[in-house]
């Protein structure tokens, strides 16, 4: 897999919040590039979702990401102190601060050791050509292992990488991720392109349904390939995204089953997601695919919950387990033994046609294991 | 406590649905009597809810609740089932079928054993001077234990039953609940004051945020007791359905802990209860409790995550646990000892002021557990 792209280069290292791992990472367009990005919509988003968001988010040239400390709740030292990283990283960049996105994951509350980070990034050796492989694990935290996906699109390359499991350390999920292209595309285009890919991956993905303060994706676009088919670059970018939402939701906490939730037949794509969220997000869904049962009851139900939804009717909805149907037509002792043969698998599909029109939407989730219990629950701060 | 009301006779018996138990009840009104109603809107709502929902709701003379097979998803012969059960019950209420409120609790996609059905309920005894307390017994599936409150008000009583854990059988969530008063109440009185007593309690509490399709709440008034002055009536009606639903949360599916939320400072009341249900519901939040954690971030991200709420800002917000302040003034060491010994009571009550006006509103769930996850994974259909 290339996990190298013209026009960028890049360093990992120690920023002193962990001991022993890279936990910091610059990634930088060697020239101008185009770029998009978005962030967290929360109303506790931290200080680097704050400059990050005031800086030229159309015209990013580098990519700063700090692991094991969120730099969230931290007043307005926190915010100081995300500055004073931004300026570092604009410096080794050799760009205006501006053109650097700032993202910083992992315990909240608790500034960044000032004094140790001033003196670690000090000692951060110079950028060079770099394996954006070495950047997603410096970026992990409790992940179990690091997220990266590639594309070739005509002399182009597109390379992301990401990282989020549900929970980080003793706080919340944090979902990075950022995709890096040759590709010569421009930033209104881009941004396009890349909100409509968010759209159907970072957006159609659940671990838990908690939104961290600091989620944020970002697309950096360096031109050294030159122009693409702009149709195949955005295929390009929904199947990187695609490929890193499948493996987050695979590697959510406590999680030992992906569940991807097909929904059909809707009035339109916002009403598919809609359901399909309430689908991969239900407890009972989650825990039901857990224990291999093929509970279409509980999927129904949460069909049911989307209230709103007065022109879903239950005669004209069908519910199936990888091709199996189990509604209307319930299963057969027979059909029921294949069905839960099915609901062993790593990967769970859930297909859920509302019969009403054309829309559809695919979203990602896991299941629902005490292994997540334990892990928010018996780990205390 | 007081489970008996002037006014109301009923039995209790079996429909054939469980073994061993009572899985049938009948409470009827003598005479005639007003009533309100309020149903689950969920769009997978099952016969019995569809039957209750055209019946006359402001007049009902009688209740009669299945246990065991919740009677969901079983087409046209499940809609036929239900009346005929409906039917059964004006009977021996001596009223007409439309007086008759018809709820099922238990296993989906099943049709009720009618040929046992008839004979048993056939075989049930005339209806007489009935213990609430024993049809709190008879509407259980999963619960724990029964679930029994009253109010005395002037002359009158009021005495509320309910069920409903987060869980049945295999299959989902069901809440009943069922109040029966002597006192006199109009019906376009009484429907108004029961629904603004919903409001603040049956749609205020969360288990795991799945809605059953067969959630149903009644309150029927025999008028035995004579007038009563209706603003004490109505606090009476919100005393027991509080006490009501503090039972259904802290019986909840594997919950060792109660939770209620306290939200002040709102924009307006429904600000509250959007905000307050974002905290009960989160499972970050819910493990913490679980784990004793006093772990005010992910209170912080819960709120954060109402999106729409674009009036909330993290500066003006104030988060304490049990009167003790978390955020924005952060727990000195001694003040954490303090927080986690708070967190290891059966009630947990986490304060959140938003600082905007005076809107207030009050949620109540539970803790996720691992006997959550036990319950609704190993146990398959």
Same mark, same amino acid.
């Given at each position: 897999?290339?996990?190298?792209?013209?026009?960028?280069?890049?360093?990992?290292?120690?920023?002193?919040?962990?001991?022993?791992?890279?936990?910091?990472?610059?990634?930088?367009?060697?020239?101008?590039?185009?770029?998009?990005?978005?962030?967290?919509?929360?109303?506790?988003?931290?200080?680097?979702?704050?400059?990050?968001?005031?800086?030229?988010?159309?015209?990013?040239?580098?990519?700063?990401?700090?692991?094991?400390?969120?730099?969230?709740?931290?007043?307005?030292?926190?915010?100081?102190?995300?500055?004073?990283?931004?300026?570092?990283?604009?410096?080794?960049?050799?760009?205006?601060?501006?053109?650097?996105?700032?993202?910083?994951?992992? #315990?909240?509350?608790?500034?960044?050791?000032?004094?140790?980070?001033?003196? &670690?990034?000090?000692?951060?050796?110079?950028?060079?050509?770099?394996?954006?492989?070495?950047?997603?694990?410096?970026?992990?935290?409790?992940?179990?292992?690091?997220?990266?996906?590639?594309?070739?699109?005509?002399?182009?390359?597109?390379?992301?990488?990401? +990282?989020?499991?549900?929970?980080?350390?003793?706080?919340?999920?944090?979902?990075?991720?950022?995709?890096?292209?040759?590709?010569?595309?421009?930033?209104?285009?881009?941004?396009?392109?890349?909100?409509?890919?968010?759209?159907?991956?970072?957006?159609?993905?659940? %671990?838990?349904?908690?939104?961290?303060?600091?989620?944020?994706?970002? #697309?950096?676009?360096?031109?050294?390939?030159?122009?693409?088919?702009?149709?195949?670059?955005?295929?390009?970018?929904?199947?990187?995204?695609?490929?890193? #939402?499948?493996?987050?939701?695979?590697?959510?906490?406590?999680?030992?089953?992906?569940?991807?939730?097909?929904?059909?037949?809707?009035?339109?794509?916002?009403?598919?997601?809609?359901?399909?969220?309430?689908?991969?997000?239900?407890?009972?869904? +989650?825990?039901?695919?857990?224990?291999?049962?093929?509970?279409?009851? &509980?999927?129904?139900?949460?069909?049911? +919950?989307?209230?709103?939804?007065?022109?879903?009717?239950?005669?004209?909805?069908?519910?199936?387990?990888?091709?199996?149907?189990?509604?209307?037509?319930?299963?057969?002792?027979?059909?029921?033994?294949?069905?839960?043969?099915?609901?062993?698998?790593?990967?769970? #599909?859930?297909? %859920?046609?509302?019969?009403?029109?054309?829309?559809?939407?695919?979203?990602?989730?896991?299941?629902?294991?005490?292994?997540?219990?334990?892990?928010?629950?018996?780990?205390?701060?």
């Amino acid at each position: 897999m290339t996990t190298t792209v013209a026009g960028f280069v890049g360093v990992t290292g120690s920023a002193g919040v962990k001991a022993g791992v890279a936990d910091l990472s610059l990634v930088h367009a060697t020239g101008a590039a185009t770029s998009a990005a978005v962030f967290t919509r929360s109303r506790f988003a931290g200080p680097s979702v704050r400059v990050s968001r005031e800086a030229d988010t159309s015209g990013l040239r580098a990519v700063v990401v700090v692991s094991g400390n969120a730099n969230v709740a931290t007043g307005e030292q926190g915010l100081a102190d995300a500055r004073e990283l931004q300026a570092w990283a604009a410096g080794r960049a050799g760009c205006s601060p501006q053109q650097v996105l700032v993202a910083s994951t992992g #315990v909240i509350g608790v500034r960044y050791p000032l004094e140790t980070m001033r003196e &670690r990034l000090a000692e951060v050796p110079a950028v060079g050509p770099v394996d954006l492989g070495s950047v997603a694990r410096a970026i992990m935290t409790t992940d179990t292992r690091p997220k990266v996906a590639s594309r070739r699109v005509g002399a182009a390359t597109v390379v992301g990488i990401a +990282k989020g499991v549900g929970m980080i350390e003793p706080d919340m999920a944090t979902m990075l991720s950022f995709v890096y292209t040759d590709a010569e595309v421009g930033a209104t285009e881009l941004d396009a392109m890349f909100r409509r890919v968010v759209d159907r991956t970072y957006n159609a993905v659940s %671990v838990d349904t908690d939104t961290s303060t600091s989620d944020t994706a970002a #697309v950096l676009a360096s031109g050294a390939a030159g122009p693409v088919d702009p149709a195949a670059l955005e295929a390009a970018l929904l199947e990187v995204g695609t490929e890193l #939402v499948r493996m987050i939701a695979s590697d959510g906490e406590g999680a030992s089953t992906l569940i991807e939730v097909r929904v059909t037949g809707a009035r339109d794509d916002a009403q598919a997601k809609l359901v399909g969220k309430s689908v991969v997000s239900s407890p009972l869904v +989650k825990t039901a695919v857990h224990g291999a049962d093929p509970n279409w009851g &509980r999927v129904a139900m949460a069909v049911g +919950k989307c209230e709103s939804e007065t022109d879903i009717h239950q005669e004209d909805v069908r519910i199936a387990f990888g091709g199996l149907e189990t509604y209307p037509t319930l299963p057969t002792p027979e059909r029921r033994a294949e069905l839960e043969a099915y609901l062993a698998n790593d990967t769970v #599909v859930i297909e %859920v046609d509302l019969g009403i029109a054309d829309g559809a939407f695919t979203v990602y989730g896991c299941d629902l294991t005490e292994g997540y219990i334990r892990i928010n629950a018996d780990y205390t701060t």
